[in-house]
């Protein structure tokens, strides 16, 4: 995120400064002990609380889903929301070309019962196709080259969406009892880049989302009746058990609990940095001792 404002006041070094107006508010600013604090009350609300804490506070907020039971339960609570002026939350899709059928299937009947929510659909780049994406970086790229596969798939398209659309904030589907990683997630966190992630449904159980559904008849993936609980790419999704994570299913056997987007940089990605960074280090040595410039 851009520097806070070099100013003393606590409106200023909480990021809630009066009197600008809503054009400059490119960015919240949370020092630590304010986002401990604010996590700690939001602990304490249920999610639509949340969700309508996020819609006062969050400028540019946006909604990340693959479409899966939390990031669904999500979409409705949003849609439900007693606001005078309809909440404007709009959704990104990533679109990795290599979903399950039932999972496009989902989207458009997510679409069908949420006429008002718009979703924004981002592949990977260059990419309209499996055929297309294939033809770039081979088939099943994902043995021969998994973190490569994560970054161009699924990494890259999720920086270029908020980076087109100005998102400074997202609301994710990432629970506490999902396992892995997720085991101490915060309800609002901020990455290593200053996006702001806000995960309403944290403290939740599988049970209790489960039960959200049911409750408000939430259109789900068909996959569900067939032993899925964790739905992604169909190269690296199996069913689970009722004794396993509902995560397990996600690169079955394996260490691998997420698939980039929520992890640090991987190396692929600080490979990327490194070498644009080189260029631009020679860039500058080149315009500071006078050498002529080529146009790319």
Known sequence: MSPRPRSNSPEAESGYASGCSTESLADVYFTRSHLKFVNQQLAKLEPQDVLRWCLTSLPRLWQTSAFGLTGLAIMDMISKLDYAIKPDIELIFLDTLYHFSQTLDLVQRVEHRY?????????????ETTQDFERKFGERFWETDEERYDYVAKVEPAQRAYRELDVKAVLTGRRKTQGGKRGDLDIVEIDEQGLIKVNPLANWSFK??????????????DLLDQGYRSVGDWHSTQPVTDSEDERAGRWKGRQKTECGIHNKK???AIFLQEQEEKRQQELSDAITNGLKIEAA
């Open 115 to 127: 006429p008002d929510l718009k979703i924004h659909t981002f592949k990977p780049e260059h990419c």
């Open 208 to 221: 209790q989302v489960q039960a959200y559904i049911k409750e408000n008849d939430v259109p789900t993936n």
């Open 266 to 268: 991987s190396r692929y």
